[in-house]
């Protein structure tokens, strides 16, 4: 499951009821075992259902029964019968509604096992469940558009499955702890294609205009990982080593396909080297659903990704944003689909894993300095929220299950994963990693197995950075000191651990001495709350660079000097080194030597530095704005990253300077939307009149991202009603996201110059949807955004005397 949702935003789940903090969540206990799962389905496209046939194997676990629970959500049941050989005999069964109590023929051994047949109806719509931060919905089969009622929506059916989800539409032990093989029977108009988990091994045109397709997988994998897809989609078809790597888009997104997806071989590859365990599975396929209710999910060898992933050519030309979440969903293949959690409490071996593997994929491809980012990315991920220190790794208590998705699951985990490559090198980690695989394939583990791997390698006991990272709570706090006594040739250390927790951490790192380019490592362990290290020198040195390799999880006050930290970005040189450097050069912008080093970041060799630079500029500053202003023209027309370029042309339509026109009509034909749009939004500065042409006519062409935003924006700005259904055409074309919040309080501004009713109630629908859009777990935070901003509008109509169309926006604010 990808975190796309978590790294914008997240707020956990607070239960008032806080009884949970005693109820200690055990793994399932495995009273019988699934062995294999065989669905005939159809669906009913103008009821939302699915008619289900299911052959379900299993056999006691290890003590003899003579009953078996099963998992089955909102059903309607029809018939529950034992299969001997095709010999149906009906069963005596309880239903509840979510859990089915079957009472067998008679009492079976563990050595024998059973075939169940049930009839059933799936209703996903009427059953009432909720998601989390990271998934957010849980009726498990989803039917998109069914009736084909919206026009500019494709029909589709998909399913998501994690956490115990796929019971709504198929009976079986919903438990991360079973595996089971499984064939499906999919039923379809014939105008659709299918996907599902393994291979395609038969289709049959039934002579009504339906299909139905055999997909069988015989391997065995988690009921929360089965899948089914169903759409008109367009199949782009790739290869890893003679299996099918295919991609299902919608049919405008074929010509890009490739720059999507492309990658995914060669990150088969790749991921296969590093583990030693080549990609385990038949094939590897990946499609799109619209309305899809988390960022991607990694179900066995048919990953589904949301819509998020279909970028076109000009929004590609800014970088493919959705590579990360490939990454991400294709290493959970080997972690989580080969080897499962046993238990969510567990949900590290699965999420921990794949948010590391977007580190490692950019390092591998794209240079240390892209795995470096990344990495940082995710300790900032997870220190915003102070709430995710309380919370251990591997947790036994939570009040939902969904609440374990979180940013101490991904970013945190990835992070410690990486300490841990670290710490015993990359030869014993990628060792590791193959023990772990190759002793629990096919199988459920819990992190103590990882341990046990881990320590078969390296031949140490590592209890201890188990019990402190993955049961244990919370990160370092450091403040860093530095004591010189150039008489006696020695430097003192001092390290402080400030937490307040009265939790000391133990942290093995390296401090690097440096003296010019050379540079002395020294590898120590911080054990005490406050650590003292002496070190000898000949020559006072020009820097001490305390974790050396910049890889520690936790938050840090370093007491340098400018002096170091200049020193620190010219020859450490890892990503954050130069980074910590920019940072404190920019809050020392008063220092000639601190705007020498930001007018060399302006050169750095790496994107994400140039544009931090340009963010951290004083440009209040007249001097400061003389001294860096050509720099920023200079990257604005000719930085090959769109991302600084943009940035930069972003900077200088902030100074309104008609000097740079020529510059932004240049740059608002360029490829990329983002650089397009903000060159629009800076021609808008100078000239208004002719910013407003431009935009009219860029109506003609597709566009989204910054481009659509700027469009609108000076559409708005106009204030010509004519422009209002153009406007809002856009706004509802936009992705649910932080781009399309931006954009909500303009777009309402534009509702209170509108006159005409039928097009302020559609304004005002626009608004209402996109919030109730919003996933529930940023609802608290939202609502009253939007609240307030048509409170703004109803206001200003009434005081306008346009007391229908008040009272049309009050009417929706208390539904």
Same mark, same amino acid.
């Given at each position: ?90 069963? =005596? ?61 494709? *029909? /589709? ?23 089971? *093989? ?39 994998? @988690? ?57 385990? &599975?038949?094939? !590897? ?55 499962? +959690?046993?238990? &969510?409490?567990?949900? *590290? ?11 490692? &994929?950019?390092? !591998? ?11 940082? /990315?995710?300790? /900032? ?18 009040a939902d299950k969904e609440d374990v998705f979180d940013q101490v699951s991904y970013p945190k985990g990835g992070r410690i994963l990486n300490m841990l ?14 023990? !772990? ?87 120590? %362990? ?43 970005? *010219? ?27 930001? =007018? ?18 004083? %440009? ?46 240049? @740059? ?20 208004? +009149? ?61 509702? +209170? ?19 109730? @859009?919003?996933? /529930? ?19 200003k109509k009434q005081a306008e005397g346009m007391q229908d169309q008040a009272d049309y926006i009050n009417m929706k604010l208390t539904k």
């Open positions: 499951m990808s975190s796309a949702l978590l790294v914008q935003a997240q707020e956990a789940h607070q239960p008032e009821d806080d009884s949970w903090k005693k109820i200690y969540r055990a793994t399932a206990t495995k009273y019988d075992d699934l062995i294999n799962t065989k669905l005939e389905v159809k669906f009913d496209y103008d009821k939302s259902y699915m008619y289900g046939k299911a052959w379900v194997t299993l056999k006691p676990h290890f003590y003899p029964t003579d009953t078996v629970s099963l998992d089955a959500k909102g059903m309607d049941i029809h018939a529950v019968e034992i299969d001997k050989e095709g010999k149906k005999t009906p069963l =005596k069964y309880d239903y509840d509604g979510m859990v089915l109590r079957i009472h067998l023929d008679r009492v079976y051994k563990h050595t024998e096992d059973y075939t169940l047949f049930i009839d059933y109806t799936a209703k996903p719509n009427e059953l009432k469940v909720k998601g989390s931060a990271a998934i957010t919905d849980a009726k498990g089969l989803y039917f998109i558009n069914p009736k084909g009622e919206d026009k500019n929506k494709p *029909t /589709q059916i998909w399913t998501q499955g994690e956490t115990e989800a796929n019971s709504v539409w198929f009976p079986t032990i919903d438990k991360p702890n079973q595996k089971t *093989t499984e064939e499906i029977y999919m039923t379809v108009p014939s105008k659709y294609v299918t996907l599902s988990n393994g291979v395609m091994v038969g289709q049959k045109e039934n002579g009504d205009g339906t299909r139905t397709d055999h997909w069988k997988m015989d391997l065995p994998h @988690a009921p929360y990982l089965f899948f089914m897809g169903v759409g008109d989609y367009a199949i782009v078809k790739d290869s890893y080593k003679g299996k099918d790597v295919n991609y299902y888009v919608e049919k405008a997104y074929a010509p890009v396909a490739r720059r999507i997806f492309g990658h995914t071989p060669e990150m088969i590859a790749f991921y296969s080297r590093i583990t030693g365990i080549d990609y385990p &599975w038949p094939k !590897y396929d990946q499609i799109v659903g619209r309305d899809y209710v988390s960022g991607a999910m990694e179900n066995t060898t048919s990953t589904l990704h949301g819509e998020g992933a279909q970028q076109d050519a000009r929004e590609l030309t800014d970088g493919n944003g959705w590579e990360d979440v490939i990454a991400h969903e294709l290493f959970h293949q080997w972690f989580g689909d080969l080897v499962t +959690t046993e238990s &969510w409490s567990n949900i *590290t071996l699965n999420e921990s894993f794949a948010d590391y593997s977007e580190t490692m &994929w950019n390092e !591998y491809k794209y240079g240390k300095d892209a795995g470096d980012a990344v990495n940082y /990315q995710g300790i /900032q991920s997870y220190l915003q929220q102070p709430e995710n220190a309380s919370k251990n790794l591997v947790r036994f208590y939570y490559r670290n710490y015993v090198g990359d030869s014993a980690f990628f060792q590791a990693l193959h023990v !772990y695989l190759t002793e629990n394939k096919f199988k459920s583990a819990e992190a103590q197995q990882l341990r046990l791997a881990f320590e078969e390698v390296t031949g140490e006991d590592l209890n201890w950075y188990w019990n402190q990272w993955y049961y244990g709570s919370g990160h370092p706090k450091l403040s860093i000191d530095y004591v010189y006594d150039d008489a006696a040739g020695k430097v003192q250390v001092i390290v402080n651990q400030t937490q307040e927790t009265g939790k000391v951490f133990r942290l093995p790192i390296a401090i690097d001495i440096y003296n010019g380019a050379a540079k002395e490592r020294h590898k120590v %362990w911080i054990e005490d709350k406050t650590d003292t290290f002496t070190f000898s020198y000949k020559s006072h040195p020009d820097l001490v660079n305390v974790d050396g390799d910049k890889m520690l999880l936790c938050e840090k006050k370093d007491n340098k000097t400018l002096d170091n930290f200049i020193h620190q970005y *010219t020859y450490a040189g890892n990503y954050v080194d130069r980074r910590e450097a920019v940072e404190y050069c920019a809050a020392h912008q008063d220092d000639p030597k601190a705007v020498s080093l930001l =007018k060399t970041a302006l050169k750095d060799r790496y994107y994400r530095i140039r544009d931090l630079t340009m963010n951290k500029i004083e %440009w209040k500053q007249d001097a400061l704005k003389t001294a860096f202003e050509p720099l920023v023209a200079q990257l604005a027309q000719n930085d090959p990253s769109r991302v600084v370029k943009a940035t930069a042309i972003e900077i200088l339509g902030a100074f309104g300077n008609p000097a740079y026109e020529p510059l932004f009509i240049k @740059a608002s034909a360029d490829s990329s939307y983002t650089v397009a749009g903000n060159a629009l939004e800076a021609m808008s500065a100078i000239d208004s +009149t002719s910013a407003l042409a431009l935009a009219k006519k860029m109506l003609k062409q597709p566009a989204k991202g910054e481009l659509s935003i700027a469009i609108s924006k000076i559409l708005v700005q106009s204030g010509d009603e004519s422009d209002f259904d153009v406007v809002s055409d856009n706004f509802e074309r936009m992705q649910t996201g932080q781009a399309k919040f931006q954009f909500m309080m303009p777009y309402a501004s534009m509702l +209170t110059k509108v006159k005409s009713t039928d097009r302020v109630k559609r304004g005002v629908d626009l608004l209402i949807q996109f919030k109730e @859009a919003i996933p /529930q777990a940023y609802r608290s935070r939202t609502d009253a955004y939007f609240d307030n901003a048509l409170k703004g509008v109803a206001r």
